[in-house]
């Protein structure tokens, strides 16, 4: 099975390859968390009146990839486009693995991470972040309950017939699950185990946009900052948390994908998708720039001129316009190249890394215009500097605990199965 | 709601303990003399306002004077306003623009009493230049919290860590702070630090003895050691609430040498602050937000 998931055109060495490197990104990842929780947030260039950095870009930006990624999973379970069916698990997977990156993210960027429970114990109802932290929870719930469901008979299958220590593992992922050996049990099965996803999938539906939207409400919701201050806010969340979620999508099984007759439609599929959501995200991102700065309020003007002009404009105009719009959409909309899956995933590759981009300037250019005028030049220190650039150890912690992040996927992508074995046994012959 | 309900609590236990030393103290005095009881008794109702400090000694005032300096006056006032129970204070402050000529001593004196590391400042002063040469003029804002009304940064908190007090000053419970620094991106004054726990002298042979010395926020004491509180944690300006709770003005009104930043009871019509903000020269910043601050500027 694996050989078949892996492209065929990659050679031998490439694996191996690959998994030293993230491994060794990832081990650099863990010592700069572990750096981190040492010396404590000194070790950041975060200042006090740009409190919020790479860290917090990056947790909106996983948290993005997890809920589009889910929602695009229940277009399959909810929706019954039952032509994506092959990307449901995998859309699922990267819903969890992503919220576990948000959710890593979030906690080593507060400044007593051993106090993260204080959210459930001393819970404030006002707060959008604390109801987003029962949100996350509740997701979490839902995600692995529907892998479980729509893994238990191929788990349960392949603890009988693998050995060894697979064997063990497989079987405590069963969770003593027992699958019917005849095929009409089977699809009795089968069918109520679609059933129950069917169902956590529509009540995941509302959690995955509070998910996502109230991580944009965080933001909406501070009347100080004229920039995040919108109702679209929540809204260009959402939307381009569709867009990353339908471009890894399409990025992931275009590379990773199964080689069978399905194949190049499910890709296209999912680039057209991306290509859907990129185009929305684009025209409320315009909605929001022309409004923006038509109203001439200094303050928020000020914020667009820090994105488009500012010391960092590739950030806007190489990350979020060429990587993250233009060449997303003219790969997946030109003749040429909209019919060759390798470069549709070459679009969906582009797309998700520049929604990082997209991430970094929704949080950081709203920070760096002060709140009161003067206030930049009423205290001299670094640590009261308007001025941000992420540190060392906040880029060694970024890298690392992203190539963790996909080295903990890689691993569960390799292992599980991801595409239904009882169910291909069973159905085979009908197709 | 939730706050309110946080201070309920705080206000049980401090009726708990004032119930208990009423106890002791009449259990003490019916033994001793019955003149004694009147005055435990006094001083158990002083503890019941001072919430934490057990024995609050305020400082002597000289006999009142006309023309006296505005400190002795509004130090009477002060002490007028903590014999009332702490809900019906309501401590405000002026800073008259005309008289501050920006050497920043506030800002510094602020630094040291509260022992202040260099990534937090309660009160800094903004600058702004008016007009060209030869007419030319420098203005001065000193900006400390405003402890508005309708704080905008106490909703935001996910773990209840920071509230209005009955009194109006917003305080932080550093215990329970998480250090999101949601409240430092919610306030529209920039008055919230955070605390990354650096010292001025970092990188020197030493750090300055003075820089790890303790801070005496909140009625505690505070030391400054490893990533433990208040490091890791977001601050602000409380109008030394640990000073004015034992008869002394906030720091930056006693060291203000022009007396331009004023302070007391905004209840209390008699108090000096009364008759400095109802006046029509009176201004509060980013009053459009609807957040109410109690530090009013006179222009």
Not at chain 1, 97 to 119: C, S, T, Y
Not at chain 1, 298 to 325: D, K, M, S
Not at chain 2, 76 to 81: E, N, P
Not at chain 2, 270 to 283: F, G, H, R, T, W
Request: charged content about 20%.
């Amino acid at each position: 099975m694996q050989a078949e998931a892996m492209p065929i055109t990659l050679p031998k060495w490439v694996k191996p390859v690959y998994y030293a490197v993230v491994g060794l990104l990832a081990l650099v990842g863990i010592v700069a968390v572990i750096v981190r929780l040492v010396y404590g947030m000194k070790v950041t260039a975060l200042t006090s009146p740009i409190p919020w950095g790479m860290w917090v870009a990056i947790y909106i930006y996983f948290i993005g990839l997890s809920a589009g990624s889910f929602l695009m999973s229940t277009l399959v379970y909810v929706f019954g486009m039952h032509r994506y069916e092959k990307v449901g698990r995998m859309a699922l997977l990267s819903a969890l693995f992503a919220l576990f990156g948000g959710m890593l993210f979030i906690w080593i960027d507060l400044g007593h991470p051993e106090r993260f429970w204080f959210i459930f114990t001393r819970w404030n109802p006002t707060s959008v972040l604390a109801w987003e932290c029962f949100f996350y929870l509740f997701y979490i719930v839902a995600i692995l309950c529907e892998l479980w469901f729509l893994m238990r008979c191929d788990l349960a299958s392949l603890a009988e017939s693998e050995t060894g220590f697979k064997r063990i593992i497989y079987h405590w992922l069963a969770l003593g699950f027992r699958c019917p050996k005849t095929s009409f049990e089977w699809q009795r099965c089968h069918a109520q185990s679609m059933k129950v996803v069917r169902t956590i999938g529509i009540i995941g539906i509302p959690i995955a946009i509070g998910v996502h939207g109230g991580t944009g409400a965080i933001f909406a919701v501070v009347a100080a900052r004229p920039y995040w201050y919108t109702p679209l806010f929540p809204v260009i969340f959402l939307v381009s948390a569709l867009a990353s979620g339908a471009a890894l999508m399409a990025f992931l099984y275009a590379f990773f994908g199964k080689r069978d007759e399905d194949y190049p439609e499910i890709v296209k599929g999912m680039a057209n998708f991306a290509l859907l959501f990129l185009t929305i995200d684009m025209l409320l991102m315009g909605a929001e720039f022309l409004v923006g700065l038509y109203g001439r309020i200094p303050e928020h003007v000020e914020v667009y001129r820090q994105i488009l002009f500012g010391p960092f404009p590739y950030t806007f105009w190489l990350g979020q316009l060429f990587f993250g719009t233009i060449l997303p959409v003219t790969l997946v909309s030109w003749q040429r190249t909209r019919q060759s899956v390798f470069w549709l995933g070459v679009a969906g590759l582009s797309a998700v890394v520049g929604i990082v981009a997209v991430r970094l300037n929704l949080v950081i250019p709203a920070l760096v215009v002060p709140v009161l005028k003067g206030l930049d030049k009423a205290f001299f220190q670094p640590r009261w500097s308007f001025h941000y650039f992420p540190s060392f150890w906040e880029w060694a912690s970024t890298v690392g605990l992203i190539a963790l992040i996909v080295l903990g996927f890689s691993v569960a992508y390799e292992f599980l199965p991801m595409f239904g074995i009882v169910e291909e046994k069973f159905s085979g012959g009908e197709r | 709601m939730a706050i309110e309900k946080m201070q309920t609590e705080e206000k049980q236990q401090v009726g708990r303990r004032a119930i208990l030393e009423k106890i002791a103290s009449a259990v003490f005095a019916s033994l001793v003399a019955p003149a004694v009881l009147r005055e435990t008794a006094e001083a158990a109702t002083v503890t019941e306002t001072q919430q934490t400090s057990p024995t609050p000694q305020l400082p002597e005032l000289p006999p009142p004077q006309p023309n006296e300096d505005p400190l002795i006056r509004m130090m009477r006032d002060l002490q007028r306003a903590l014999k009332k129970p702490v809900e019906q204070r309501r401590w405000v402050m002026v800073i008259d623009l005309r008289k501050c000529v920006g050497c920043k001593a506030c800002t510094v004196a602020c630094i040291v009493e509260n022992k202040l590391p260099p990534s937090v400042v309660y009160r800094p002063v903004l600058e702004e230049e008016i007009g060209k040469y030869p007419r030319v003029t420098r203005k001065f804002l000193p900006r400390p919290c405003m402890q508005c009304d309708n704080p905008p940064c106490t909703p935001v908190c996910p773990v209840k860590a920071t509230w209005k007090r009955p009194d109006g000053i917003v305080v932080i419970d550093y215990e329970a702070c998480i250090g999101c620094r949601y409240c430092i991106t919610a306030c529209p004054y920039g008055a919230r630090s955070f605390d990354f726990g650096d010292y001025y002298t970092e990188g020197t042979p030493e750090i300055a003895p003075v820089e790890k010395a303790p801070s005496f926020e909140y009625h505690r004491t505070w030391e400054r050691k490893g990533n433990e509180s208040p490091i890791g944690n977001a601050r602000k300006c409380h109008f030394c609430l640990h000073r004015i709770e034992r008869g002394l003005l906030p720091q930056c009104v006693t060291t203000c040498i022009g007396r331009a930043t004023y302070f007391g009871d905004a209840n209390d019509p008699d108090s000096l602050v009364s008759e400095l903000i109802n006046k029509p020269n009176v201004m509060r910043l980013k009053e459009e937000l609807g957040t109410e601050p109690k530090v009013y500027y006179l222009v």
